[in-house]
């Protein structure tokens, strides 16, 4: 033991500092208790409701932050919500929520947060029983490391396995992008029902101008879809296949600007023009809708417009060696066109269209194109149906069945299948008729790997 009084003092001074640093640390947990005890009382659900459980897996807080704010948007629109940390919850208690919404982060090489060790060696070892659970899944993550969104993506593959059903397709966020992010805020509002949320990221738009307007279906039996062609006013941004534009509608009438909407982009910017295939909706009092309405009437050519294009990552096609099969309907052409446009000019991997639309006559969106693509071998095969003609009926789904064998073989060779168009109408439709010819297993495989991917609405 040594005497020396100097020795001695810089003991006690480092006892000192070392007491202090635990204080600190107890105070600054205790503190975050008491913020999220204070959160969690000022979302706390009157009693008896239904609160839709918002659970998060986070390593250095961005994920804890977005459940906080996914809580508070729930309650705000009327829908009561509690927050969890994930790696408390047995699977029985997730089961029990009935309605899950989780954000979950990847750290180290594509791995879970630290918080979530319990539930990956107990939990997710193998299925669950989580049949009646519906889940939303936001997957955090950084396309610069090796596995982009690993974590998020195998929680993804284990809930599908455990017999959860998604409510829409998980979104993956790129370094905190806030386009990504404002498309999960634009799910939630689709579950509370109120289109009308304050923006989290409001985006900074640009100036776009209409350029051309062309009706594609005159005469159909279905609602009237038109092609809008846009030019961008002194800026030339870039996107890629699969990206998706924002447009803000204009404030009217002294009321609050309503928002944005979502459009698939079908061009390159190589094109020099945003095009979009935009169907006019018509409400219960037989008005036209909103957005649709003024895009496809009120807006007159050379009329400007605010937009911003964002990446929409989980819909960016693979390498164009990876043989592509595009199934969609409607106005979903626009989502899978691009991607053959893309390949325009390169060798590829071959790309086969299935699409549902009502009559032959009247519906072949883009007809003129698809048989010059197939021409020149830009895409080897198509396959269209249409429900309303006589001696067809069939919807797009029905080509999957049909065709089950070519299916199997373009799968074998590594093909991606791309999905786009209506959610009720077709992509369910389209997921059960996958799900029957390749079975449930393949198909999580192939969502996993990134080799099935949807962009539907
Ligand atoms: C050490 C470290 C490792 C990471 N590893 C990955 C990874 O393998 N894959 C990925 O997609 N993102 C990775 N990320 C990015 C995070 O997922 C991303 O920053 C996320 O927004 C963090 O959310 P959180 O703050 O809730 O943990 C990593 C981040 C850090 C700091």
Redesign the pocket.
């Known amino acids: 033991m040594t005497h020396d009084p100097v020795r001695l003092l810089w003991a006690a001074i480092a006892v000192g500092l070392w007491l202090l640093s635990v204080l600190a640390v107890v105070a600054l947990r205790a503190r975050a208790r008491r913020a999220a005890a204070a959160k969690a009382e000022a979302l706390a659900p009157p009693a008896g409701a239904d609160a839709v459980l918002v659970a ?1 897996a ?7 932050e977005l459940a906080w704010m996914t809580a508070k948007s729930l309650s705000d629109a009327g829908t009561p919500a509690r927050v969890a940390l994930l790696g408390d919850l047995e699977p029985a208690e997730l089961k029990a929520a009935e309605r899950v919404l989780i ?1 979950a ?7 879970p ?1 630290d918080s979530m060790s319990w539930f990956v060696r107990q939990a997710m070892k193998a299925p669950a029983d989580l049949t009646g659970l519906s889940y939303g899944l936001l997957a ?4 610069s ?6 974590f998020g993506r195998a929680l993804d593959g284990w809930l599908l396995r455990s017999g959860a059903e998604p409510l829409f397709d998980r979104v993956e ?1 790129d ?2 992008d806030a386009g990504a992010v404002r498309h999960w805020q634009h799910q939630l509002g689709l579950i509370t029902g109120s289109t009308v949320q304050a923006d989290w990221t409001p985006p900074a738009y640009d100036r776009w101008r209409l350029v051309e307007r062309a009706h594609l279906n005159p005469d159909s039996p279905g609602g009237a879809a038109y092609l809008l062609a846009f030019e961008g006013v002194d800026h030339r941004p870039h996107w890629v296949a699969g990206d998706i534009a924002e447009i803000g509608l204009p404030a009217r009438d002294g009321e609050a600007a309503p928002g944005a909407r979502e459009y698939s982009v079908a061009s390159l910017p190589a094109s020099g023009r945003a095009e979009f295939i935009v169907r006019r909706m018509t409400r219960p009092d037989g008005s036209p809708g909103l957005a649709s309405g003024w895009l496809t009437g009120e807006l007159p050519i050379g009329g400007s417009v605010d937009m911003r294009v964002r990446t929409n990552r989980s819909f960016h096609g693979p390498d164009a060696a990876t043989p592509l099969i595009l199934i969609g309907n409607g106005t979903g052409l626009a989502g899978l066109i691009a991607h053959l446009r893309a390949r325009a000019g390169q060798p590829h991997g071959g790309a086969w269209l299935m699409f549902g639309e009502r009559t032959r006559a009247h519906d072949a969106f883009l007809d003129d194109e698809l048989q010059a693509a197939q021409a020149s071998g830009l895409l080897t095969r198509l396959d269209r149906v249409f429900s309303r003609d006589a001696g067809d009926g069939r919807y797009v789904q029905t080509l999957i069945g049909e065709h089950a064998d070519a299916l199997r073989v373009w799968l074998d060779r590594g093909a991606a299948i791309m999905v786009c168009g209506s959610l009720e109408g077709m992509s369910k439709g389209v997921h059960e008729a996958l799900e029957a010819v390749l079975g449930a297993d393949r198909l999580i495989e192939l969502t996993e790997t990134g080799r099935y991917r949807r962009d539907v609405y």
């Open positions: 998060f986070s390593q250095t807080g961005l994920a804890e954000i982060s990847t750290t180290g090489e594509g791995d947060p955090l993550g950084d396309h490391y090796a596995d982009f969104c690993g966020v370094n905190g």
